[in-house]
């Protein structure tokens, strides 16, 4: 069963509204597996199957925009009444714009609204949520566990192609380390550090106004340029390892085969 109208995104994110239903809700565990307590529960993806996301490509951009939001919900809640009235939300086409989404959902940010339901299934799209609700929302939102890899490669791939500042002379260096080189992992880092500051500046003033309205956690990095660099060097999506140090390779050099070039 699936609804007609479309599931709402916040403006300022592109983050589609998460779902909400009761003061306590949702449970404060996040599983692939159904929890069985008070309720059933369920995962939800906010941008829907894959069949939907692909309408804008197959591409690593897509995919990563499929999994950079999952939701812990009700199952009752997500079968029934949220498809039950929501066909998905608008889905960005433009790398730039599902880079800005992809982050904003990596770095767990909750929108300011919520879609609220009530016992009889009707949807309210303007709930405004309290910071215990925002507390138990936080703890049953994730990145997709197992796709963290892929996201991970889409934003590095994002980041070097949009890096001004990487200019002939720092590519020369790169190539000119050793493979195996304690200097070409130096250099490789320098790499990401610059170009996810220079990828992430036209999202920067967004970033600073989530951080101003709350709704980034408390403990999250000031500035989105550390935090996309940061994430980066986590080795569940990618770190620095020998395929990431191809992937940059590839980009890096024309005349080989990008690895990831369809955002």
Request: charged letters at 25%.
């Amino acid at each position: 069963m699936s609804g007609h109208r479309e599931t709402p995104v916040d403006p300022l994110t592109g983050i589609p509204l998460p779902l909400v239903f009761g003061l306590g809700w949702p449970a404060p565990v996040y599983s692939q597996e159904l929890v069985h307590q008070q309720r059933a529960r369920d995962i939800h993806h906010a941008f829907h199957d894959r069949a939907r996301v692909s309408k804008i490509g197959r591409t690593a951009g897509s995919r990563a925009l499929l999994n950079c939001r999952t939701q812990l919900v009700d199952f009752e809640v997500h079968h029934d009444m949220y498809h039950g009235t929501y066909s998905g939300p608008p889905l960005p086409s433009k790398p730039e714009d599902i880079f800005k989404t992809v982050v904003f959902a990596a770095a767990r940010c909750i929108p300011e609204k919520a879609i609220g339901f009530d016992v009889d299934g009707n949807a309210d799209e303007g709930v405004s949520l309290s910071p215990e609700e925002r507390g138990l929302l936080l703890s049953s939102i994730s990145v997709d566990p197992e796709s963290k890899k892929g996201i991970g490669k889409f934003l590095l791939d994002f980041v070097i192609r949009h890096g001004s500042s990487i200019t002939d002379w720092r590519i020369d260096l790169f190539f000119d380390c050793n493979a195996d080189s304690a200097r070409r992992l130096e250099v490789f880092n320098d790499l990401v550090e610059l170009a996810s500051y220079e990828a992430t500046e036209p999202i920067r003033p967004a970033y600073i106004e989530a951080q101003q309205s709350r709704l980034l956690p408390r403990q999250q990095i000031s500035d989105v340029g550390g935090f996309v660099c940061g994430l980066l060097t986590q080795p569940h999506y990618g770190g620095v390892c020998n395929e990431t140090i191809e992937q940059v390779r590839g980009i890096l050099d024309p005349h080989l085969i990008p690895k990831c070039n369809n955002l």
